[in-house]
């Protein structure tokens, strides 16, 4: 795993996801995001995430995303890592697990 700049924000914890989300900026043409169902459903679910308190951790490992990815995808369920596990797998269409 990356560290890069991992060091600072030392002082984020787990409990101030919630609070980095809400500074998050959300998609503003959400009538635009309907047009893209499977994009609207990532935001949907990286709600329900935020409701969870999960929101910012991997789907897959429950690993931290990284800071850039979320400002720049926050609806992203995937840390860097497995994005680009899954984009191998789907261009190859074959199940990894
Ligand atoms: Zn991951």
Not at 18 to 47: K, Y
Request: net charge positive.
């Amino acid at each position: 795993m990356k560290r890069t700049k991992a060091r600072e924000n030392s002082s984020t914890r787990p409990m101030t996801l919630a609070t980095r989300a809400s500074r998050t900026r959300w998609p503003e043409e959400f009538t635009e995001a309907e047009h893209n169902s499977a994009m609207l459903q990532q935001v949907r679910e990286a709600l329900g995430r935020v409701a969870d308190g999960t929101f910012g951790r991997c789907i897959v490992d429950g690993g931290p995303i990284e800071e850039r990815r979320l400002e720049a995808v926050p609806w992203t369920p995937y840390c860097l890592k497995h994005e680009q596990r899954l984009e191998v797998a789907a261009s190859t269409r074959t199940p990894t697990l």
